[in-house]
């Protein structure tokens, strides 16, 4: 039986790795390498790694996992994670181990608004998060496509980043009538109005077109997506949610399952971004080797 059992190979997974390979641990990372930010070309806000590629992120950190030899990396998917008395047995595609400790890290995904061809500028020109893509779109025209109840918000925020804002709900009628004059006295436009289609090539938006027949040119923007779990397997092993559709976790972050640990955006106690979910999953890894050390002291 091994040590450890990590599922997810995301900067939460990887760095959880690290940190257990480090402590001379036994453990396998589990990866199916779709992780969420692979739809973008550059991922920004990581000191030391601002503006590399996904790719070029998780080559490097593979690369840093490859000096611990107790670390062993399956690309493979992991389909069941049961409890076997004190341990447990994780079956993946063609692979099953037993181990000690289980780590989730198995990310999130992106349901984007129901909006014609979204899908080809999202990571792209269209981003959900300003202060990772904020400064590459600074001081342009930008839309800020919202169909949740953050849109206000949201679009406060983003106007650190640029003072040219449309906000397009797509029909929703999101704001206050307080709210929307807030907006619309600082010169930010608030289109209601179903879209009929986002315009422009490869990627990059040139203009976003509502049913009304109304066109105005915006050179890309930030979108609310709702976040949806990546993989199901917190909860077949019985992991209790929390109120934001994350998991629970205590100070060690350990589920509401003894032994299963979970870490990264999967948990949505924090903001989701690189650097966060890194410091999740190492700090999550730290507290294993703790729980580990002391049962065998
Ligand atoms: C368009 C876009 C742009 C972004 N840009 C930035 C940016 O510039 N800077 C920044 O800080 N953040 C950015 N983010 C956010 C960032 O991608 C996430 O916060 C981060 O990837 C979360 O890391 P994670 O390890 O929790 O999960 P992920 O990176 O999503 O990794 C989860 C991994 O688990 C694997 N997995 C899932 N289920 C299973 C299973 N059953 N078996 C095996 N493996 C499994 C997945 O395939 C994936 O490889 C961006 C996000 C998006 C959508």
């Known amino acids: ?29 589990f990866d199916e390498d779709q992780p969420r930010n692979q739809v973008t070309a550059h991922s920004h806000g990581f000191i030391t790694q601002d503006g ?4 070029t992120f998780k080559e490097t950190a593979l690369g840093d996992l490859k000096k611990y030899p ?20 994780v079956e993946a595609e063609g692979k099953t181990v037993k181990a000690r400790k289980v780590l989730l890290a198995t990310g999130l995904t992106d349901g984007l608004p129901d909006v014609k061809d979204v899908h080809s500028f999202y990571g792209k020109s269209l981003f959900p998060c300003p202060f990772c893509d904020g400064w590459e779109l600074r001081d342009q025209p930008l839309l800020v496509l919202a169909e949740s109840d953050h849109a206000y918000m949201f679009t406060k925020i983003i106007s650190n980043w640029s003072k040219d804002l449309v906000l397009a709900t797509n029909g929703k009628n999101l704001l ?3 709210q929307e004059k807030e907006l619309t006295s600082r010169g930010i436009r608030v289109m209601d109005e179903k879209i009929d289609s986002l315009i422009g090539e490869k990627g990059k938006l040139k203009s976003i077109r509502f049913e009304t027949g109304v066109e105005l040119e915006r050179v890309g923007g ?6 949806q779990q990546a993989s199901s397997l917190a909860d077949q092993i019985g992991c209790k949610k929390n109120e934001q559709g994350g998991y629970e976790v205590d100070e060690s972050s350990q589920s509401s399952v003894e032994g299963v640990y979970v870490a990264g955006d999967m948990t949505m106690n924090q903001a989701q971004q690189i650097v966060l979910a890194a410091a999740n999953g190492s700090m999550a890894a730290s507290r294993m080797v703790a729980a580990l050390a002391f049962e065998d002291f």
């Open 222 to 227: 930030f979108v609310t997506s709702q976040l």
């Open 70 to 89: 107790r670390i062993q990396v399956e690309n493979q998917r992991v389909t069941s994670v049961k409890k076997g008395g004190s341990f447990f047995i």
């Open 176 to 178: 206050t009538a307080e």
């Open 1 to 29: 039986m091994i040590d450890a059992v990590i599922i997810g190979g995301g900067p939460a997974g990887l760095s959880a790795a690290l940190v257990l390979g480090r402590a001379k641990r036994e453990v396998v990372l």
């Open 52 to 55: 590399v590629s996904p790719a």
